[in-house]
């Protein structure tokens, strides 16, 4: 079973909530910070956190600016993040198919 | 976007090791735990804490008995888990369709 590795899920990405978010980004491109917390359904903090993680990986990239005085945060996909996503989805359909050979 | 929903995806087969369990199971329906062990790639108190997960879950039977003197530990997925990997894998399917309309 060459094809059946867990190992090959990035678990940066499997995440649930960072999964929501890459699921969400891979259509929407760009998304605001509100607009992801109430999609998800997170906190600020839970949000925050996983956003993070996902721009240390460099999958997500982070524009903090102002709409008159309101701070305003967006988040884009990257092309590596991109690229990591359709990764990630070969690797679950293929742990899903060799599984149920 | 009422399908997109991160809840939906039960954390209890999503995480990584559980989820590989499920996937060779579903097929297999029984397994030793050497084999689930190395098809996994994990070592044995990682499988153990994840199978005793899936098994309060009701998702998987285990069944220890002795092949001579040698302990055998055989794996089986109950139907509650058959049902439960099928709607979570429903769920991944409409957070990604959903995120990619």
Same mark, same amino acid.
């Given at each position: 079973?060459?094809?059946?590795? @867990?190992?090959?899920?990035?678990?940066? @990405?499997?995440?649930?909530?960072? &999964?929501?978010?890459?699921?969400?980004? !891979?259509?929407?491109?760009?998304?605001?910070?509100?607009? *992801?917390?109430?999609?998800?359904?997170?906190?600020?903090?839970? &949000?925050?956190?996983? *956003?993070?993680? +996902?721009?240390?990986?460099?999958? !997500?990239? @982070?524009?903090?600016?102002? *709409?008159?005085?309101?701070?305003?945060?967006?988040?884009?996909?990257?092309?590596?993040?991109?690229?990591?996503?359709?990764?990630? &989805?070969?690797? +679950?359909?293929? +742990?899903?198919?060799?599984?149920?050979?």
């Amino acid at each position: 079973m060459a094809e059946f590795s @867990i190992e090959a899920i990035d678990d940066v @990405i499997h995440g649930r909530v960072r &999964l929501g978010v890459m699921a969400y980004l !891979v259509n929407a491109e760009v998304a605001g910070f509100n607009e *992801l917390k109430s999609a998800l359904q997170v906190t600020q903090g839970n &949000l925050s956190v996983h *956003l993070r993680k +996902l721009e240390e990986a460099g999958f !997500v990239g @982070i524009e903090k600016s102002f *709409l008159g005085r309101k701070p305003h945060t967006q988040i884009r996909m990257t092309s590596a993040g991109r690229e990591a996503f359709r990764a990630y &989805l070969e690797a +679950l359909d293929r +742990l899903i198919k060799s599984a149920s050979r």
